[in-house]
């Protein structure tokens, strides 16, 4: 998609959805580490499965810090596509946030870009993490 049509409301509606199913997505996560830390801690189970359990908490952390970056993306882009949005007042926002100097000016094609890329390793992790999960629980049986 160009940036014309990228600047289209309905397609910052679009993306900022599939955000925010990625953090309901994030919960599921959660849920799944917080079980496998569990039955680490806890469970009597065979080596084997307390080795994937800890995969399984480790590939859960990774989900997580990608989470926590979906959101950020999230209430960043909610930010680009107010109704009186900046891009440039957007990008000194952010420069003083950081420290860091401007980068150059980013399109917003640039911009999707890099959080498609954030979603589609934290689904990537997330598949991962849920399908080692289905193994440990096939595993402690």
């Known amino acids: 998609m160009s940036d014309e049509q990228l600047v289209h409301p309905s397609a910052g509606g679009v993306l900022i ?3 925010a199913t990625c953090s309901r997505l994030a919960w599921l996560s959660f849920g799944v580490l917080m079980l496998a830390g569990l039955a680490v801690l806890f ?20 989900a997580q810090y990608y989470a926590a970056r979906l959101y950020f993306d999230r209430q960043l882009f909610v930010a680009l596509y107010a109704e009186n949005a900046d891009s440039v007042a957007f990008d000194h926002a952010l420069e003083a946030l950081t420290g860091k100097p401007a980068l150059p000016a980013r399109t917003l094609a640039s911009r999707w870009h890099g959080v498609r890329r ?15 999960f289905v193994i440990a629980l096939a595993a402690a049986r």
């Open 17 to 19: 959805a599939v955000l």
């Open 43 to 62: 469970a009597p189970t065979s080596k084997f499965s307390r080795e994937l359990s800890l995969v399984v908490v480790l590939l859960g952390l990774i």
């Open 118 to 132: 954030l979603i589609r390793y934290f689904l990537i992790v997330l598949t991962l993490q849920l399908a080692a």
